[in-house]
């Protein structure tokens, strides 16, 4: 009986990583990003009478390493284009890591000059995925039309029940939008991709609205020099455009651990954290969840440095924590004007990331730290 015990719990665990999508290393496993971290954030859909490649670049906007395995990519072309590859292609994602701001192209084909590893500044290989296999496209393919199109983007379910669907994550294109508005292009269809218009800044704004014209801006209209800090390409050298790259914005704590663990002779959760860097850093809040989607609530309040470039290590105990109950937790950096910013959540060993506002505003935020 004990023996069967133990192997249930032990699946238990098993279903509860398989249903959060974690990749289990010997360090810290890397989550499946949550629906909202991914944008769509450039296209390049010109490809002018060379045919080169197009591609559809992925941006990691939530502030922690994401995996973007199970990841469904759907797009939809005008149905009266005949120089597509297809009126409708749907594909899928694998296992694929990207730090925090990091993005990641998906390009038709590979090209002859497309620099990937060769020279400093260049698209690193692994933040590039060639389609041309995946879908079986044929030698000088075009994946979107440049006249319509509709790229769907849909992440993996976080639930048991939902677990082999797919839940919308972000649409970009004109496709079937009313009223219709044409894909900006420069005269005579010279490649320049299409970038997205953030509110703030690339990091921590929320993208415009990626089925809206104003929600676009030609790169070449754009300025790359407000965008780029080095010339990247893919496809050509001439390409007016910035693959790859989004401006780097520093979080207000660089946070580089945060795991509970259950002690075995209490049931107490002790819970630690290292930050490697802080700034105007007033105190954290230790947010508990009984379920990853539900309501966290603030547990602890724990006072921060300030302002430091020193590594600092910091442990709480949950003493309320209740045995044989799996727990989600997060964590809340505060500013010293009192703005929140959630760094991470974790269940066990695995990152989700979220944003809430202050649940409560605990009278001695406004002056720690002063």
């Not at 199970?70 to 694929?96: C, I, Q, R, Y």
């Not at 079937?176 to 990091?203: F, V």
């Amino acid at each position: 009986m004990k023996g069967l015990l133990v192997l249930s719990i032990f699946a238990t665990l098993i279903l509860a990583f398989d249903i959060q999508g974690v990749i289990v290393t010997e360090d810290d496993p890397v989550l499946v990003a949550a629906r909202f971290d991914i944008a769509i954030s450039e296209i390049m859909y010109a490809t002018n009478t060379d045919k080169l490649p197009q591609w559809i670049e992925l941006h990691n906007r939530s502030g922690r390493t994401v995996n973007l395995e199970g990841w469904e990519v759907t797009v939809m072309n005008h149905p009266e284009d005949k120089s597509v590859f297809a009126t409708t292609v749907t594909f899928t994602l694998g296992a694929k890591i990207l730090d925090r701001n990091e993005v990641l192209l998906l390009v038709t084909e590979q090209a002859p000059n497309s620099g990937v590893g060769t020279v400093k500044g260049d698209i690193a290989a692994d933040r590039v995925i060639i389609l041309k296999d995946l879908i079986s496209g044929t030698l000088g393919y075009r994946l979107l039309s440049q006249t319509a199109f509709r790229i769907i983007l849909k992440a993996p379910a976080t639930t048991k029940t939902l677990r082999r669907r797919k839940v919308l994550s972000d649409i970009a294109g004109n496709l079937g939008e009313m009223p219709e508005w044409k894909l900006p292009l420069i005269e005579g269809n010279q490649r320049s991709s299409i970038i997205r218009a953030y509110e703030g800044n690339n990091t921590t704004g929320e993208p415009y609205d990626g089925t809206a014209a104003d929600g676009w801006k030609l790169t070449a209209k754009k300025g790359p020099r407000d965008i780029i800090q080095t010339t990247t390409y893919y496809g050509h050298r001439n390409d007016y455009s910035t693959p790859g790259y989004r401006i780097p914005t520093a979080l207000p704590v660089a946070l580089s651990k945060f795991r509970p663990e259950r002690k075995k002779s209490s049931g107490e959760v002790v819970i630690k954290w290292i930050t490697e860097s802080e700034m105007n850093n007033a105190g954290f809040h230790i947010k508990r969840s009984s379920t990853r989607d539900g309501e966290f609530k603030i547990i602890a309040m724990i006072p921060g440095a300030g302002t430091t470039d020193k590594r600092q290590i910091y442990t709480y105990t949950d003493k309320t924590a209740k045995p044989n109950v799996v727990y989600y937790y997060q964590i809340e950096c505060v500013f010293v004007d009192g703005t929140p910013q959630t760094l991470c959540t974790t269940h066990l060993k695995g990152h989700i990331s979220a944003s809430r506002r202050f649940e409560v505003d605990p009278f001695w935020w406004r002056n720690l730290n002063r």
